[in-house]
């Protein structure tokens, strides 16, 4: 079995990355669950890694190049780990110490700067503890996490193991 090249490791990249937004979209949209703060940064997060892997795939560059847009890929897809796992936490505490709900994202970007609304965010409300969905036991975070993981390995083997086309 040959490994496939960067460019198409890219191409698998960015089109999981548009199946986890789809999905998101589809949670939010048909199911009607109302995205928090928390979840809206993973998919920031999601949509940029999912950028970055399009243009290495367009661009095609060289091994140094492979590795620079792999070394992207880790730490936008570890940032949006780092959010899930937030999330995970917040949603795993007792319910007596879970922060209290706060305002909408919009209502934040309205009247506060942008360092003190990621502050707020990052602190979490009672919003993103609360579990919506699960599947196999495992709340949305947790499957975002996994998403995370896998983007991260293979942004790791790209920075190991880059393959021309």
């Not at 190049?65 to 505490?93: D, E, H, K, M």
């Not at 949305?140 to 390995?153: D, Q």
């Amino acid at each position: 079995m040959t490994i496939p090249n960067s460019r198409n490791i890219n191409y698998l990249v960015f089109s999981g990355c548009i199946f986890l937004i789809l999905v998101a979209l589809y949670m939010e949209h048909a199911m009607a669950l109302e995205p928090c703060p928390l979840c809206i940064l993973q998919r920031v997060a999601v949509i940029t890694t999912g950028v970055v892997a399009l243009i290495a795939a367009l661009f095609n560059p060289g091994i140094k190049g492979i590795r620079i847009f792999g070394s992207v890929g880790v730490i936008t897809a570890s940032l949006g780990a780092a959010l899930a796992v937030r999330q995970l936490w917040l949603q795993n505490l007792p319910k007596d110490e879970v922060p209290a709900c706060g305002p909408g994202l919009d209502y934040l970007m309205d009247v506060f700067p942008l360092t003190e609304v990621l502050s707020m965010i990052l602190t979490g409300d009672g919003s993103c503890a609360e579990v919506l969905w699960t599947l196999f036991g495992i709340s949305i975070p947790g499957w975002t996490l996994i998403g995370f993981i896998g983007l991260i390995a293979i942004s790791l083997f790209q920075i190991i193991k880059p393959r021309l086309s």
